[in-house]
């Protein structure tokens, strides 16, 4: 129950496409879920992030789509450049005595080809 | 904004010996600590986790052990390192308060051990 299940492992896309990661929840006390982006050998980076109570929010080329009756949501990217080539993980969260507690998907690796 | 201040970031230890990794926060006060670890090609996994001075949570049973001596310091340590305790290990930091708690990461150790 405390799993994100996160899709797919690798994704290659055609610069200027867009890229689509998706992730699947079960524990309903998730109550904050960011994506974080990962380049090799660095510690991941806070991408965007959203909470339950709306469906959809946008950063520039990002944005997440959060569905709460599927328990589902996903990362767009758009006009995707080779720059964003990086591993990408989302994570759920809720909050335990005083902490915030991240649980992580397995990552996605992108590979935007110029 | 905070920096995150993770050394060293690559260590080669063999089977036995004693592990101590410090990870130092700056331009925050009071923040909540935690340390993840990453084997190859995987997600994160929560480790320690800390609220305060003293204060150590540990997710999973396991070879090492977290402390933290000051406000901004957290220390990761092991007495006998074991192979499995090779992966990359990620200090991360708390931004905000409640609802609005972010975690940001360090840039990380990555640890073999032989």
């Known amino acids: 129950q405390q799993q994100v299940k996160q899709s797919p492992q690798s994704l290659i896309v055609q610069k200027g496409g867009i890229s689509i990661i998706n992730c699947a929840y079960e524990n309903t006390a998730f109550d904050y879920f960011p994506w974080y982006q990962q380049f090799p050998g660095k510690g991941p980076a806070l991408l965007i992030a959203?909470?339950?109570?709306?469906s959809e929010k946008k950063e520039g080329r990002f944005t997440i789509s959060f569905n709460k009756s599927a328990k589902q949501f996903s990362l767009h990217i758009m006009d995707s450049q080779p720059g964003d080539s990086a591993t990408y993980f989302c994570a759920a969260s809720h909050r335990f005595q005083g902490a915030q507690k991240l649980v992580f998907g397995q990552g996605t690796r992108l590979t935007i080809n110029p | 904004s905070q920096t995150i201040h993770q050394w060293p970031a690559t260590l080669v230890q063999p089977v036995g010996s004693p592990l101590s990794l410090e990870c130092t926060v700056e331009g925050t006060s009071n923040p909540n600590l935690y340390w993840y670890r990453q084997a190859a090609g995987r997600g994160l996994q929560l480790l320690f986790y800390s609220v305060g001075i003293g204060q150590i949570s540990s997710e999973v049973p396991q070879n090492l052990s977290a402390s933290r001596p000051q406000d901004r310091q957290f220390i990761l340590s092991s007495k006998k390192l074991l192979l499995s305790d090779s992966g990359f290990y990620l200090c991360a930091s708390s931004s905000g308060q409640g609802t609005e708690e972010k975690l940001f990461f360090g840039s990380g150790t990555q640890l073999s051990v032989l």
């Open positions: 959203i909470r339950p109570d709306v």
